[in-house]
């Protein structure tokens, strides 16, 4: 179930070693905001740490500029924004390279503010950055959002090639329904789309 629900949105787009476009727009994806960190309070979910290791190497490659598409969830909580841009000044990336919506509640949110502030810095051709699964909805939101994306996947959720015993393949696992789960919000939130619910 899940390698056909989740590896079925995760191929849409394929890894390439080399992307072009004049900013790196990363979307947020998660974060605890009450546990400490090193710096401040707040830490990314695993999730969103893997998309900032992804984005803080492409930056090594490439040095643009970097937008966190984050946000808040709940009124008292830090936002993902405020982690990820301490997190990426920590590992020594300059705060004149670092641009943050702040205030978004989910991704038609963040695919709204980040066109305003693509379209107030002369930026017109992000790299999106989002986890693979999630890749293919968040895509035709920030088109949508007049966004001329080329899409960076980053967290994959399985193995694009299955190997190991097909029995295993079929037994529950925690992760296999957290999994399937996941990627069917994401098939549902495509549909919504398609059918202009959202």
């Not at 790299?127 to 996947?153: C, K, Q, T, W």
Request: charged fraction near 20%.
């Amino acid at each position: 179930m899940r390698d056909f629900v989740a590896g079925s949105l995760e191929r849409i787009y394929p890894h390439k070693e080399e992307v072009s476009g004049d900013i790196l727009l990363m979307i947020g994806r998660g974060s605890f905001s009450r546990v400490p960190g090193i710096g401040g309070a707040g830490q990314p979910s695993p999730v969103m740490a893997r998309s900032m290791l992804v984005t803080a190497e492409l930056y090594q490659k490439n040095h643009l500029p970097i937008l966190v598409a984050g946000g808040v969830t709940f009124s008292n909580s830090i936002s993902e924004t405020d982690i990820a841009m301490r997190e990426f000044k920590n590992l020594g990336i300059p705060a004149s390279k670092l641009y943050g919506d702040f205030n978004s509640k989910n991704t038609v949110e963040n695919a709204k503010n980040s066109a305003v502030i693509c379209g107030e810095n002369g930026w017109t051709h992000p790299i999106l950055l989002a986890e693979a699964v999630h890749a293919p909805r968040a895509a035709i939101i920030f088109r949508r959002a007049g966004l001329d994306v080329s899409v960076y996947p980053t967290n994959y959720r399985r193995e694009l090639i299955h190997h190991g015993s097909p029995l295993f393949a079929v037994i529950p696992a925690a992760s296999n329904l957290n999994d399937s789960a996941v990627a069917l919000k994401e098939w549902l939130g495509i549909f919504a789309i398609k059918v202009g619910l959202q």
